[in-house]
């Protein structure tokens, strides 16, 4: 592993797992909202967990993702807060209990505090610094956020999200292994059992399907509605597998997150009887692609969720100069794949999706 994005030189004392004062430390680690960049962040949970059993993690999230790490055996507290603005919709109770519970956190005495994210955020760095902890650690590119965090690190943009995370316990004295662990989701039980009911009520039985899902933020990582009929028709014809069909409904232009209606009306027009929709919660969502044969997904968290399934996951990205990268934002995890568009998914071959799909049902 390629550690060039090292701490920058500091004169403080090594750090070790026993404050000045001889007592356990206690780390507060702090995450954006984003449900895939969440379970990017478990490799490093391990990593540090394994290295300082005795410490006290604490995370911070947003009730919008801190359910990934709900029983995350790393963390020893979860601090949840609810977001004060969802699209253009501000919460102002949701504000003040914001402001509540950031002099909570401050109470708390925090030995570190880590903004954990591969990138300059100056929302979760700001936090970081609330908290008034002895070491401050996140990425920062700008002089100003640099100036004010006791270890500041800088970005080496050829690192995987997980890497880039998992370096900020290099000031630590915590050394990385060569491979980082695999990123760390299991269902809840109720998500499963649904998954089970669901495809019994649809007479599919488990690992006689496969999951496609074309939920995505940017239109050039998406499949036609051509290529999802054929993908679907290969899959059924060459390995008996059903196709569960998972988009996000609403139309392209929505605020909140961009619907898929006009590539699934098509779809589902066509009435085949080896695809059966899916449109429900993502939680319940990732239970069927807990129990699939395997799945493809564009870049989403949904394709992160996949990657640690045992089925594993194809990703799909385009455009990666401009649009989130693969070197980045890779799926990870035993059973994975991706396949990178020189501009739209639609410019890839079916006999290349075929080959990558073939050599994840093995």
């Known amino acids: 592993m390629d550690n060039n994005c090292l701490p920058a030189p500091s004169n403080d004392r090594p750090f070790f797992p026993q404050n000045a004062l001889g007592l356990t430390l206690k780390i507060l680690i702090i995450k954006r909202d984003k449900l895939g960049d969440l379970l990017l962040t478990t490799p490093m949970l391990r990593i540090l967990r394994e290295a300082w059993p005795d410490a006290e993690i604490h995370l911070l999230a947003s009730d919008y993702s801190a359910w990934v790490v709900e029983e995350n055996a790393c963390i020893d507290k979860r601090w949840v807060y609810r977001r004060v603005r969802t699209g ?22 925090f030995d570190v505090a880590i903004a954990a994210g ?64 695999f990123p760390e989701y299991q269902p809840p039980d109720f998500a499963l059992q649904f998954a089970d009911e669901w495809l019994k009520s649809k007479s599919i039985a488990p690992q006689k399907y496969w ?36 988009w996000t409904p609403g139309k392209p232009n929505n605020p909140l997150y961009r619907g898929d209606d006009d590539i699934a009306q098509p779809v589902l027009d066509a009435k085949l009887p080896y695809i059966v929709s899916f449109r429900g919660p993502i939680k319940e969502a990732i239970g069927l692609i807990w129990r699939a044969r395997t799945s493809l997904i564009p870049d989403s968290g949904l394709m992160h969720f996949a990657a640690a399934s045992p089925g ?51």
């Open 88 to 109: 253009r919709r501000i919460d102002f109770g949701a504000a003040i209990r914001q402001i509540a519970l950031f002099w909570k956190l401050k109470r708390e005495k």
């Open 118 to 181: 591969g990138s300059e955020s100056p929302r979760a760095i700001g936090r970081a610094l609330h908290v008034g902890a002895i070491k401050t650690i996140a990425c920062a590119t700008s002089a100003k956020w640099q100036a004010k965090l006791t270890d500041a690190q800088t970005i080496n943009e050829a690192d995987h999200e997980s890497v880039r995370i998992a370096k900020h316990l290099l000031p630590l004295n915590i050394a990385l292994p060569a491979s980082l662990p």
């Open 211 to 246: 999951v496609l899902g074309i939920g995505a933020r940017d239109t050039e990582v998406q499949p036609t509605t051509r290529q999802i009929l054929k993908w679907a028709a290969w899959m059924h014809e060459q390995h008996g597998l059903t196709t569960v069909f998972i």
């Open 312 to 362: 594993g996951v194809l990703g799909l990205f385009a455009y990666s100069n401009y649009l989130p990268s693969p070197a980045q934002w890779a799926p990870i995890g035993a059973k994975t794949s991706f396949l990178d568009a020189p501009k739209n998914v639609y410019e890839l071959s079916d006999t290349i999706v075929f080959e990558h799909l073939g050599h994840l049902l093995k």
